[in-house]
């Protein structure tokens, strides 16, 4: 399967402080990334799609002056967590569509996530 | 309002056993059918996709799709503890490149 790395896979921040997170794909050139959150037992929530060189759509309720994204290239998407809180701390996933996987269209593989803890 | 459904489980089956997930769609445009595998604390990982109606295998799994009755199936045989996880079915509709995820359903397979 394609491969998609996360860094930091764990970060714990003072409140206040801003956090960056890096999701790129290896081994294939991804026009659309997601972002996602998780909180502990809960499903996933989309909080942005981001697409290459263009502004990313933000997901209803989802504070884009908050959580700024870029998708500065092909293969790297970053999430910026600015003045983050503790309400903040979550699992953080970013995943990337790679595009004509064997007929089904788009196919969305997935970072290993990062795990964000804010004091 | 595209709606993706899966019973949230959990599923308990035993060791050897056939694991039966089920998802059902709304959308009658959808066109590819993805399969995901989350453990506990990590990302969810791609097990496989079905676009056309009938079966496909891989190993021990085996999806099953049914588009007149807008249903996928994820069939798993010779269960295993390590199969423990929570299973999501997401659904991509033709012309869209963002797929609708499932809430998952948990599988719990015991010794």
């Known amino acids: 399967g394609a491969v998609v790395s996360q860094h930091p896979s764990r970060v714990i921040c003072k409140s206040g402080t801003s956090v960056k997170i890096e999701c790129r794909s290896l081994?294939?050139?991804?026009?659309?990334m997601f972002w996602y959150r998780q909180f502990p037992k809960q499903s996933l929530m989309l909080m942005a799609t981001s697409n290459e060189g263009s502004k990313a759509t933000y997901e209803q309720g989802v504070e884009k002056d908050k959580f700024l994204i870029n998708h500065a290239s092909l293969t790297l998407s970053t999430l910026t967590v600015t003045s983050a809180h503790p309400e903040d701390s979550s699992f953080y996933i970013c995943?990337?569509?790679?595009?004509?996987?064997?007929?089904?269209?788009?196919?969305?593989?997935f970072g290993p996530g990062t795990r964000l803890t804010v004091l | 309002q595209k709606e993706v459904e899966q019973n949230s489980g959990p599923l308990s089956v035993p060791e050897g056993a056939i694991a039966s997930l089920n998802c059902t769609y709304s959308?009658?445009?959808?066109?590819?059918f993805f399969w995901y595998r989350q453990y506990s604390g990590k990302s969810p990982e791609l097990i496989m996709f079905?676009?056309?109606?009938g079966d496909k295998e891989d190993g021990r799994f085996t999806a099953q799709l049914n588009k007149a009755s807008q249903y996928v199936s994820l069939l798993i045989r010779d269960s295993q503890p390590s199969d423990s996880a929570t299973y999501l079915c997401a659904v991509l509709s033709g012309g869209s490149y963002i797929p609708t995820f499932g809430r998952g359903t948990s599988l719990i397979v015991h010794p």
């Open positions: 959308d009658r445009g959808s066109q590819s």
């Open positions: 995943s990337a569509n790679r595009p004509d996987s064997g007929g089904a269209g788009d196919t969305q593989y």
């Open positions: 081994d294939f050139q991804a026009t659309t």
């Open positions: 079905i676009y056309s109606n």
